[in-house]
């Protein structure tokens, strides 16, 4: 049986792989040495140590300064928001601005008295510091935190490359780099090009959504849960749409890598059967409005007001301050009780009891007044009172009263309106009864009690 052999369209690709590596390495070698031959020129090595003298004095005056700026800025009570926050990232780069400044200052001064071939050097510093500084502060316009460190290195990365003038051999050292998988070729080079390309249009869907998902949320004609659907809805277009687009626009067949993406997708599916379904939840309480945020709900223990509805999951926030997230799927599966789902009206019991000596009218009129008296309770809905019943030693009663506000507590507004009906019994002479016991001794029997240890 004769071996296997490799087939020759790999051989050749592997071939290839390694001449263009090995023929990289040699030309970032030869530019090695020639940077270590021009380092030992007079003038070059006079450049390198007046950068270096500029960046310790740029580290001087901002060690002078810094403190100064920073009271100075504290004392600009009456400045705009968008100003004093430019004021914290430039205190933030002092050093890189007093060195931007010293270089430059540095570079016209050579070109003045000396030969521009002598300032070359410093030039480039100069012209990287300036980049390097520019980007530090455009970058502070992106928000997310993981996104900005991204996007800031990056370009870094690429200014440094295009002033040095290396773009071309960086981009062949990234081809180089890569494999096949099928028909599509993927490199390094390749993939980050779709990330920056990709990076760029999810910032720019971002923007977009943001400022739609501004106006839509106060459009008072929309209602709440629809306003949420339509910001999500768009959300994932926007976003699936710059994804799309992004690869596309890379030169990333999508065809060629659609067994595989099915492969995985098959995958992600069994392993995030939870996530879809709550994903579709999220859809379908958006639309049936069975709640939106604002609504006052409880779901077991937990009762509160919807603050915000996410694709995967509801916040609550209760009474005591915390926030529940509440999967969707169990907002749909479980009983929801949904105190505010047609109208804001909210009936609320208390029940209590009097004694018999008392007039049970009259005990009617003064709990119907004393509910009535109390703040949050509508007068429109006027409070009733009820006898429910003849127990063992009181008359047993049901005070019901109505509420619009539930968000406001419930646990308080009823201990407001019991405080209201021990003031006003009080006041009338009508007494609450409290089961007693009596003991007696029968003829005959003795009582003894054991002193305790």
């Known amino acids: 049986m004769e071996p296997e052999t490799p087939d020759a369209g790999t051989e050749a690709a592997t071939g290839l792989g390694v001449e263009t590596l090995t023929e990289i390495w040699r030309i970032v070698a030869v530019q090695v040495d020639t940077l270590l031959a021009t380092l030992l020129r007079p003038w070059i090595a006079y450049q390198l140590g007046i ?6 004095l740029a580290w001087l005056l901002r060690r002078l300064f810094a403190d100064r700026i920073r009271r100075w800025m504290a004392r600009r009570e009456g400045w705009p928001t968008w100003r004093m926050r430019v004021m914290v990232v430039v205190h933030r780069r002092l050093m890189g601005v007093f060195f931007v400044a010293l270089i430059w200052t540095a570079v016209w001064t050579l070109r003045e008295v000396t030969w521009p071939s002598r300032s070359y050097l410093l030039t480039i510093f100069a012209e990287l510091a300036t980049a390097w500084l520019f980007v ?19 370009a870094w990365a690429y200014v440094t490359l295009a002033i040095l003038n290396l773009r071309e051999a960086a981009a062949a050292a990234l081809d180089g780099i890569g494999f096949t998988l099928g028909d599509v070729r993927l490199s390094l080079l390749l993939l980050v090009q779709a990330v ?10 971002r923007l977009v959504t943001r400022t739609t998902a501004a106006r839509i949320e106060g ?3 929309i209602s709440p849960s629809m306003r949420v659907l339509i910001v999500k809805l768009m959300q994932a277009a926007l976003y699936g749409a710059a994804i799309f687009i992004g690869l596309r626009a890379t030169g990333i067949d999508l065809t060629g890598l659609a067994v595989l993406t099915g492969a995985i997708g098959v995958g992600l599916g069994f392993g995030l059967q939870k996530v879809v379904s709550n994903l579709l939840s999220g ?6 409005k069975s709640i939106k945020p604002g609504d006052v709900i409880s779901l077991g223990d937990t009762f509160g007001w919807i603050n915000t509805l996410g694709a995967r999951y509801a916040s609550v926030v209760t009474r005591d301050g915390k926030e529940y997230l509440i999967p969707n799927e169990d907002l749909i599966t479980g009983q929801v009780v949904n105190w505010s789902h047609s109208n804001e009206f909210v009936r609320l019991d208390i029940f209590f009891g009097t004694a018999y000596d008392n007039d049970p009218h009259e005990v009617r009129r003064i709990a119907i007044e004393a509910a009535s008296g109390v703040k949050r309770v509508l007068t429109d809905r006027p409070p009733v009172c009820h006898i429910v019943g003849f127990g063992d030693s ?3 009663y049901i005070l019901r009263f109505w509420i619009t506000d539930p968000t406001g507590g419930l646990t308080n507004i009823r201990g407001n309106v019991y405080l209201a009906l021990w003031d006003a019994f009080k006041d009338h002479g009508i007494s609450i009864p409290f089961p007693q016991r009596e003991v007696r001794v029968l003829e005959g029997s003795s009582l003894r009690t054991t002193p305790l240890d």
């Not at 950068?51 to 310790?56: K, P, Y």
């Not at 859809?283 to 049936?288: P, R």
């Open 136 to 154: 530090a502060f455009s970058t502070r316009l992106i928000r997310a935190p993981v996104l900005r460190t991204v996007v800031r290195y990056g």
């Open 394 to 396: 009181s008359v047993d």
């Open 196 to 205: 920056i390309v990709v990076a760029v249009l999810v910032m720019a869907a």
């Open 51 to 56: 950068a270096l003298a500029l960046l310790a």
């Open 283 to 288: 859809v379908i309480i958006l639309l049936d």
């Open 219 to 221: 459009n008072e004609d």
